[in-house]
């Protein structure tokens, strides 16, 4: 998957889901921010690390975490990962004319860990890893040479930060850092911060 600037990556595991991207903001071949987030937790157990236009990143991000918390408080219940990114998918398809520019991969989980890819107009593709973004084909090239089914947290946190630290070599729109969003099985979500080499 190739598309809107910038590189993101997803993978799961049995012990939960790494979701990372890199901090570059580009237009053009101008730089405009070396220190832009895009990973954002949705609810307590759920999360998304997109590529694309920030703009628009942010307002998906905010209209999930609100429909996510009214689901749960309004049903008493948590709402599963397969239907946040349904629902998502269908906000984004509902907005197909004038599609919001953003490659997603969100994740998280309810009885088991869980990815889903969403392109620009909503299609929803469930993987056990996956990249977005200009610097995707790199990042995926690792991704299918290193994952493996058993890997544990630790072991998927360094691949997600090797596969963006081999696109940003590459690809002039990744770079300056990478924000990671650790959703352990069964455990408290938390982000980190890698830096990049210059």
Known sequence: MSGPGATAVGIKTREGVVLAAEKRMSYGGFVMSKAIRKVFKVGDRMGMACAGLYADMQAIARMLEIEVRYYELSNKREMKVRSAARMLGLYLYSNKLFPLLTETIFGGYDTEPRIFVLDPVGSV??????????????????????????????????????????????????????????????????????????
């Open 125 to 198: 593709i469930e993987e056990r890893y996956s990249a977005a973004g200009t610097g995707a084909p790199l990042a995926m090239a690792l991704l299918d040479k290193n994952y493996k089914e058993d890997m544990g947290l630790e072991e998927a946190k360094n691949l997600a930060i090797e596969a963006i630290k081999v696109a940003s070599m590459r690809d002039s729109l990744s770079g300056d850092g990478i924000d990671l969003l650790i959703i352990p099985f069964e455990g408290k979500l938390y982000l980190e911060f890698v830096p990049l080499e210059q």
